[in-house]
């Protein structure tokens, strides 16, 4: 087994540069006095709004397992699409992972599947990681519709992608409920469908890629309780939201394993 511990820090639209760059030297002199205890072990990625990307590249090039990652890229590879980013402009600034498949983007700006599946080959074809995240709403939850829901979201995308390019994949089970309310999904419930998404993933490819792919729990993880979920056999790490945004709470949860 392979998997690597992961612990990414989602900004979504907050913080001008000054206080960007001043959250990441506090993250990374954190971090810094803690390499002792091993800690280096832990890849770390920075994922701030696009006009901060060269700059904090920048200032974590030299810092161990610190990478930078980016919200979102374009379905197209160039041309005219005013306002877009594609993902080789994000791969020439040294962006290592694209978020794809966030619940904002599929809820706000109507993301769907066969969009998902253009921005993974997009930044496939540009050396970047794809952290693709799926998650079910309270609805399809109070239904007992969750597992047939992430068994879609999953198989839709996946079947696109042969085991050669999903071994680049890192996944983010992201339930709806619990991104932005500070409601947690427990500890036995990320357990139980991070285990259900590997089986998904053993039937589309087989056992030795179920388990190495890293699977993130994101939905109000906190410096509280991370710790839990980052015991649980099948959590590899978390995609933090609003615990990302202060130094010591960001910190907590990377030295949380
Ligand atoms: C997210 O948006 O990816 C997220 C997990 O947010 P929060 O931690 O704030 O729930």
């Known amino acids: 087994m392979s998997r690597k511990k992961i612990v990414a820090g989602n900004w979504k639209m907050n913080k001008s540069l000054q206080e960007a760059k001043a959250l990441v030297e506090q993250i990374t002199n954190q971090i810094n006095d803690s390499i002792a205890i091993g800690i280096d072990e832990v890849t770390k990625i920075i994922i701030p709004p696009f006009p901060y990307l060269d700059a904090i590249n920048t200032q974590i090039l030299n810092k161990p397992n610190f990478n930078v990652g ?13 306002g877009e980013v594609s993902a080789s402009m994000l791969s020439s600034v040294g962006c290592k992972y694209v978020l794809v498949g966030h619940s904002e983007r599929r809820q706000y700006f109507k993301e769907k599947d066969s969009d998902f599946v ?4 997009e ?25 047939k829901v992430i068994t879609e979201q999953l198989t839709n995308v996946l079947k696109e992608f042969t085991v050669a390019e999903f071994s680049k994949f890192i ?26 998404i590997r089986s998904i993933v053993t039937d589309l490819y087989d056992s030795k890629i179920a388990n190495d792919v890293s699977i993130l729990y994101g939905g109000s993880c906190n410096a509280q309780n991370a710790q839990e979920l980052f015991s649980c056999p ?8 609003g615990a990302s945004l202060k130094a010591d709470d960001f910190c907590k949860i990377i030295l949380s394993f």
């Open 70 to 82: 980016a919200q979102n890229c374009h379905t197209n590879a160039a041309g005219a699409f005013t």
């Open 118 to 121: 253009l921005k993974i080959k």
């Open 123 to 147: 930044a496939l074809n540009n050396n970047i990681h794809p952290i693709f995240c799926i998650g079910e709403t309270i609805d399809q939850r109070k239904t007992e519709n969750h597992f």
């Open 171 to 196: 996944l983010a089970y992201e339930p709806v409920w619990a991104i932005g309310t500070g409601e947690t999904a427990t500890a036995a419930q990320a357990q139980e469908m991070h285990a259900f």
């Open 234 to 241: 099948d959590v590899d790490g978390g995609l933090i939201g």
